[in-house]
């Protein structure tokens, strides 16, 4: 009796792992692996997540169209850190314009703060994305 509950349990597990999905499949999590999608100001790994922040990102529009960018970022901790900064600028709908700022090594002393400004090179930014993570 055994054997036949046995042999009853593979039959089902095996014709149940043989169903096969037809299209797409979709996100495991819907957004929450997708934050650079929309957010203004990502944080990039857990090191920063514990030890940065910013007070706010200032964006005006220049005279010729472009858009520019400031950012305060902040440390949290009691000791010194660097960090590297870019922004990514997006159109309207969120879909980055190929216009990206390189990597920026930043280092932020204890309980310190740090401006940095970015301008877009053409005036097709609308969004942005701020993203920080640990110097490497």
């Not at 005006?60 to 950012?71: I, K």
């Not at 922004?87 to 879909?95: E, M, S």
């Not at 400004?117 to 920080?132: C, E, H, K, L």
Request: charged letters at 20%; hydrophobic letters at 40%.
């Amino acid at each position: 009796m055994k054997i036949h509950l046995v042999m009853l349990g593979a039959a089902m597990v095996f014709l149940g792992g043989c169903a096969s999905e037809t299209g797409a499949y979709h996100p495991a999590n819907g957004d929450k692996f997708n934050q650079e999608t929309q957010a203004k100001f990502v944080l990039m790994d857990g090191a920063v997540q514990h030890s940065v922040t910013t007070s706010g990102l200032p964006e005006t529009h220049l005279a010729d169209g472009r858009l520019q960018v400031g950012v305060v970022l902040r440390n949290r901790e009691g000791r010194r850190i660097q960090v590297q900064v870019q922004c990514v600028f997006k159109d309207a709908a969120f879909i980055p314009t190929g216009d990206e700022t390189p990597w920026q090594d930043i280092i932020l002393t204890e309980n310190g703060q740090e401006g940095l400004t970015f301008a877009s090179m053409n005036d097709q930014a609308r969004n942005y994305t701020v993203r920080v993570r640990q110097a490497r």
